[in-house]
Nanobody, 123 residues
Framework: VQLQASGGGLVQAGDSLTLSCAAS????????TGWFRQAPGMQREFVGA????????YYPDSVKGRFTISRDGAKNSVDLQMNSLKPEDTAVYYCATSNRIRIPYKEEAFDYWGQGTLVTVSS
């Protein structure tokens, strides 16, 4: 599976931004696509995932209500819509896929990773 993340950029606090993750290759093995972020000097943080079987979504409390993940089955892509952005949302955002049966939350549950896209939120 190959993943291409895009859509990062510089925005102001309070703005919205949508990231996209396009999947190609052996997409038939994908059960979940997840998004992670990593701020400078910090560990990578899970920010949500979507199931390819029923489009169910899962978010940690830190982003719930502000971030929304959606999937376009025709394009094999997954979007991460981020609203009300804060400076602390500044990070490199990564998409990843998992073929686990149970909902994946940890990095080790994801098998393939995109290259990351930088989101910078200015105050």
């Amino acid at each position: 599976v190959q993943l291409q993340a895009s859509g990062g950029g510089l925005v102001q606090a309070g703005d919205s931004l949508t990231l996209s993750c396009a999947a190609s290759g052996s997409i038939n093995i994908i059960r979940y696509t997840g998004w992670f972020r990593q701020a400078p000097g910090m560990q990578r943080e899970f920010v949500g995932a979507i199931s390819w079987s029923d489009d169910g979504t899962y978010y940690p409390d830190s982003v719930k209500g502000r971030f929304t993940i959606s999937r376009d089955g025709a394009k094999n892509s997954v979007d991460l819509q981020m609203n009300s952005l804060k400076p602390e949302d500044t990070a490199v955002y990564y998409c990843a896929t998992s073929n686990r049966i149970r909902i994946p939350y940890k990095e080790e549950a994801f098998d393939y990773w995109g290259q990351g896209t930088l989101v910078t939120v200015s105050s």
